[in-house]
């Protein structure tokens, strides 16, 4: 899954790029840098490989999504739909501009629910924000029809999907904008950073200014740019930068390597009847930096994650149902509302009372579900050898559970 699995030589060289200039910044000094721009260098290689008009990138993931929301004029008053199984920063960010976040279920392709959505939509919602989670796509063919005919915004958080496709698109570029994480563990990755994909002018202007405090970047200097709204420091800096080209410049060969991985892992999982695969409403543009696969009852699944825990074989492997960050059942904080900030008491409940709502639909997936880690480093016989410890776990499991029965 993660790029950092794969440092090398061309990540040293564009770091040593920026550090003979010595200009870490990625605005302005434009004598000094002597002709060295890492962020617009990754920006135009991003809009050239995924075919969108605009890349602007900034510190992070999660003020990507920030920055974007602000730019689409998502604000107070409105409501973002959302799915229950994402990571914390997805709800953050609406939070953030002050939008309710919507909740809504997923299904079995690990993304919303296009029929839940269209049962969520109120006179206030302003925006859909599917999440294609796991390094693969939602719906987008339904999402996009829901939001054509509400007159809805469409934002795709891609930010773990990054080089993934939707028949043929790149996500991230198939709504009104897109947003990308460079984290640590994301397939790409720069350390920290983010990127926001938009065709709208207007997106990526809005985008531009506010992740620079407001700067119109149209002055003689950046002191005599001017401010035409407020805005944050965001701003991505040219050391990660510079590692982010290097390895975005790898892309195709992560992505190539994570799908024969999880072609090896799969054909040895999928011999085991009991075993289903999530489903993919694009099968060929899963970005494969995971398999997920399903069991037929929540008690298998939790014998089975019990077993590859005994057996030591649960590292790399994840139980989302239990997991404190990336799913509802353990997001307490958003529940109870817990904020540093006082947040107005209606506005609270409103988050309260989306957060609390039934989300039995989505336990009934979410509980039957095992996702394993596709590494970039494994080779075929060490793929073909987890996958059968695997196999030997679950077959153990059903077996004990056949004889009690
Ligand atoms: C990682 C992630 C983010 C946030 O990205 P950061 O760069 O870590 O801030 C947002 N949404 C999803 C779905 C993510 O996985």
């Known amino acids: 899954m993660p790029g950092f699995e794969l440092f090398g030589a061309d990540e040293r060289k564009h770091v040593n790029d920026v550090m ?35 890349t602007h990138l900034v510190s992070s993931g999660t003020t990507a999504l920030t920055t974007v929301m602000s730019a689409l004029g998502i604000g107070y008053g ?17 939070i953030s501009v002050g939008a309710v976040p919507v909740l809504v279920d997923v299904d079995d392709t690990l993304t919303m629910n296009p029929d839940a959505v269209r049962k969520a939509i109120t006179p206030k919602t302003k925006c859909v924000m599917p999440v294609h989670m796991c390094g693969a796509a939602a719906d987008m063919d339904a999402l996009r029809q829901i939001c054509k005919e509400h007159n809805l915004l469409l934002l795709e958080d891609a930010c773990q999907s990054f080089g ?14 897109g947003t990308f994480s460079f984290d640590f563990v994301k397939t790409v990755t720069c350390g920290e950073g983010g990127a926001i994909v938009t065709n709208r ?41 510079a ?28 011999q085991v009847p009991e075993i289903s695969f999530r489903r993919l409403p694009d099968e060929a543009g899963d970005s494969c930096t995971f398999l997920s696969w399903f069991l037929p009852t929540t008690e298998l699944t939790q014998a089975v994650v019990a077993e590859m825990k005994a057996q030591n074989i649960w590292g790399g492997n994840f139980y989302w149902f ?53 590494s970039l480093m494994p080779t075929e016989q060490q793929m073909k050898e987890k996958g059968e410890k695997i196999v030997s776990a679950v077959k153990k499991v059903l077996a004990a559970q056949k004889i009690s029965a």
């Open 164 to 177: 993934a496709t939707y028949k043929g698109k790149y996500l991230g570029t198939i709504g009104d904008a």
């Open 322 to 374: 239990d997991h404190n960050w990336h799913y509802i059942r353990k997001w307490e904080h958003l529940k109870k509302g817990v904020t540093l900030n006082a947040l107005h008491p209606e506005y609270k409940a409103a988050i309260m009372a989306q957060a609390n709502k039934d989300f039995s639909a989505s336990d009934a997936v979410m509980s039957r579900g095992i996702t394993t880690q596709i």
């Open 201 to 241: 002018e207007d997106i990526y202007i809005g985008s531009d200014g506010f992740s620079d405090h407001g700067h119109d970047h149209k002055g003689v200097d950046r002191g005599a740019d001017l401010h035409p709204f407020l805005g944050y420091n965001f701003r991505i800096s040219e050391l990660h930068a």
């Open 243 to 270: 590692v982010g080209l290097a390895q975005f410049n790898r892309l195709d060969e992560f992505v190539a390597k994570q799908r024969a991985g999880h072609a090896q892992l799969k054909a040895v999982l999928a």
């Open 20 to 54: 003979e200039t010595g200009i870490l910044m990625r605005f302005g000094f434009d004598g000094a840098r002597k002709g060295i721009w890492k962020a617009k260098e990754l920006e135009a290689a991003i809009n050239k490989k995924f075919g969108c008009q605009y």
């Open 78 to 94: 409105d409501e973002v739909i959302m799915p229950t199984f994402t990571f914390v920063a997805s709800f953050e960010c609406i």
